[in-house]
């Protein structure tokens, strides 16, 4: 799908090459209709054509395995082995990929999430931490330098006593992540992301019970509306440097409300119980509707509906 409110043409012409479309998200789907261009051909003919997707769409969700992406208690050593390293009893997680060179330009927002977290927190005398399980690219020392180099780039950005920010810099499996996500230290899930086409491992994460703090924008409503603590903001132009052949110049994503986003982590971290009910309740939705079988069963009506399955008839002879 598309992150932000605009899609290139090239996407929509590919649409239109298709019988029929799959997205995963509401979002997907609502900036794919949304499309309209006027393509002009640059063959001196003049000639200009309406691009509009004109193909059937649909949506089915990326599932989770529930097999294995659950609450649990169970221990991993590989994982205790790292989370006992750390002080704090309290820790925001953010899963999610550090691909742009700006620590404030990239599409997860990643270097004003690690400012906005360090100002809340700064100069008390009880501090949570934040983990970030990101990379760039791949998981070698060059990559680790350079996200270490970033996060140091947001931190310079705030005085005083600041929190702890941890890096996990490497690749963890299944069984892995969601110890990680279940682990008793993590208390809560948070993002800022600009833009999601689905956001699975935010789904990922809600599995485990947890609170979820995350954009009130995107793909990742679909499964996050209710239950999850929503973050005000709005949508802007896409930073400069951020823009590309599919990340349009002149189209929008979103930006978190920082200061609103301080005051819900900040409330979160003082009265943590009055969130467990509502987060717990997701797990138990999300474990149904949006797992594996669930996909599964989404794509078999997909399928029902718009292919036509060859049908047995009996062979009648003359006599």
Same mark, same amino acid.
């Given at each position: 799908?598309?992150?932000?409110?605009?899609?290139?043409?090239?996407?929509?012409?590919?649409?239109?090459?298709?019988?029929?479309?799959?997205?995963?998200?509401?979002?997907?789907?609502?900036?794919?209709?949304?499309?309209?261009?006027?393509?002009?051909?640059?063959?001196?003919?003049?000639?200009?054509?309406?691009?509009?997707?004109?193909?059937?769409?649909?949506?089915?969700?990326?599932?989770?395995?529930?097999?294995?992406?659950?609450?649990?208690?169970?221990?991993?050593?590989?994982?205790?082995?790292?989370?006992?390293?750390?002080?704090?009893?309290? %820790?925001? &997680?953010?899963? $999610?990929?550090?691909?742009?060179?700006? =620590?404030? +330009?990239?599409?997860?927002? #990643?270097?004003?999430?690690?400012?906005?977290?360090?100002?809340?927190?700064?100069?008390?005398?009880?501090?949570?931490?934040?983990?970030?399980?990101?990379?760039?690219?791949?998981?070698?020392?060059?990559?680790?330098?350079?996200?270490?180099?970033?996060?140091?780039?947001?931190?310079?950005?705030?005085?005083?006593?600041?929190?702890?920010?941890?890096?996990?810099?490497?690749?963890?499996?299944?069984?892995?992540?969601?110890?990680?996500?279940?682990?008793?230290?993590?208390?809560?899930?948070?993002?800022?992301?600009?833009?999601?086409?689905?956001?699975?491992?935010?789904?990922?994460?809600?599995?485990?019970?947890?609170?979820?703090?995350?954009?009130?924008?995107?793909?990742?409503?679909?499964?996050?509306?209710?239950? %999850?603590? &929503?973050?005000? $903001?709005?949508?802007?132009?896409?930073? =400069?440097? +951020?823009?590309?052949?599919? #990340?349009?110049?002149?189209?929008?994503?979103?930006?978190?409300?920082?200061?609103?986003?301080?005051?819900?982590?900040?409330?979160?971290?003082?009265?943590?119980?009055?969130?467990?009910?509502?987060?717990?309740?997701?797990?138990?939705?999300?474990?149904?509707?949006?797992?594996?079988?669930?996909?599964?069963?989404?794509?078999?009506?997909?399928?029902?509906?718009?292919?036509?399955?060859?049908?047995?008839?009996?062979?009648?002879?003359?006599?």
């Amino acid at each position: 799908g598309i992150e932000t409110t605009a899609a290139a043409g090239e996407w929509i012409e590919g649409l239109n090459k298709m019988d029929m479309n799959i997205v995963t998200s509401r979002h997907s789907k609502k900036v794919f209709d949304e499309a309209d261009y006027t393509k002009e051909y640059k063959d001196g003919s003049g000639r200009k054509e309406q691009l509009r997707n004109n193909k059937p769409m649909e949506i089915c969700f990326w599932g989770a395995n529930t097999e294995i992406y659950k609450i649990t208690n169970e221990k991993v050593e590989s994982v205790e082995k790292v989370l006992n390293q750390i002080p704090e009893t309290f %820790a925001f &997680l953010f899963v $999610g990929q550090w691909t742009h060179e700006n =620590p404030f +330009a990239d599409r997860k927002d #990643i270097g004003n999430l690690i400012k906005t977290f360090l100002t809340t927190f700064r100069n008390r005398p009880q501090k949570p931490c934040l983990i970030l399980k990101t990379s760039g690219t791949n998981y070698s020392k060059v990559d680790k330098d350079s996200i270490l180099k970033k996060i140091k780039a947001a931190e310079s950005q705030v005085d005083g006593d600041k929190p702890n920010v941890y890096l996990n810099h490497g690749e963890l499996n299944d069984v892995e992540m969601n110890a990680l996500f279940n682990h008793e230290k993590v208390k809560c899930h948070v993002s800022f992301t600009h833009g999601e086409g689905f956001g699975h491992p935010l789904l990922l994460a809600s599995l485990s019970g947890k609170p979820v703090l995350a954009p009130d924008w995107s793909g990742h409503l679909d499964f996050l509306k209710q239950g %999850a603590v &929503l973050l005000d $903001g709005e949508t802007k132009e896409v930073h =400069p440097s +951020a823009q590309n052949q599919f #990340i349009l110049q002149g189209s929008q994503w979103f930006y978190v409300n920082y200061s609103n986003a301080a005051v819900k982590m900040l409330d979160i971290y003082k009265n943590y119980d009055k969130y467990s009910t509502e987060s717990k309740k997701l797990a138990e939705t999300n474990k149904v509707k949006f797992s594996m079988n669930s996909m599964t069963e989404s794509l078999r009506k997909i399928a029902n509906t718009h292919i036509k399955v060859a049908q047995k008839i009996d062979l009648i002879l003359p006599d």
